[in-house]
């Protein structure tokens, strides 16, 4: 069973796909939204399993989000606001006296957002991860933005996520204590000769469906995802909607063994020659 949404707008599309896989219930949570003066946002979030209430801490993370954000200070406190109303989902007290964290509320959050007076930025906190994607000469290429919050390497536990008490700060310490990892500018370039751009956000459900079966005595490290979706694309995926669609039918051939959530923007480098049309 999967659900999904979808809008195009000159030459930017954007669009998502969540898919419940195996589990009886889906626990994440996406957005992809397109504004009248091209500016973009996706996002997704992914409730963590074995916490309480997954399901509605992705909810809350995604409804935190505005529409548009332009600027770091903006995504920053995105990102602040959707702790808040993540951590607000356990009851009275809940930190002052909880033994264990892993009985709190919790979700990870990526949003990628593009404007035209502060071009891109990419914001992530957990194991969901954004993916950098280019067309060249009908070929696709691809980079990989981060590394998941993971205490040990790809499949350890998570050392960021939303829902940790605390609060939020007004501002960033610049090290790895920040509560998120965010990038813009030169590190979000695809190259000049570039003829399509694509940001693809993978639930954790997803990114390791397509990687597991890499290497046979130990699972393959989440560095070589860019380069399995940039080998399952083709030349004609054109749209949001045709990326995400071949990346998760790609995790399904593999075998989904959790919620599986992609939300992708793409946007043509060259002028677009047809009228621009909302889908």
Known sequence: MSERGQASRGPASVAWISDIGPRDENQDRATAHLSDDGSWLVAVADGLGGHPRGAEAASAAIEALLERIAGFAELWSAFGEANRRVADLAPPHFYETASRITRAPASTLCVAAWTPEDGLLVGVTGDT????????????????????????????????????????????????????QWLAGADLEPPDMADTMAVAILSDGVWEALIRELHSDEPAPASVLSEVIAGCLDPGDDSAEAVAERIMNAAREAVLDDNGTIAVAHVAVAEPTSKPSDA
Do not use: A, I, K
Request: charged share 20%; glycine share 16%.
């Open 129 to 180: 991860l954004p993916v950098l994607l280019w067309s060249e000469g009908g070929s696709w290429h691809g980079r990989l933005l981060c590394s998941p919050d993971r205490s040990q390497g790809d499949f350890g536990y998570l050392t960021r996520h939303l829902g940790q008490s605390g609060g939020w700060r007004d501002e960033p310490l610049n090290t790895e204590f920040d509560p998120m």
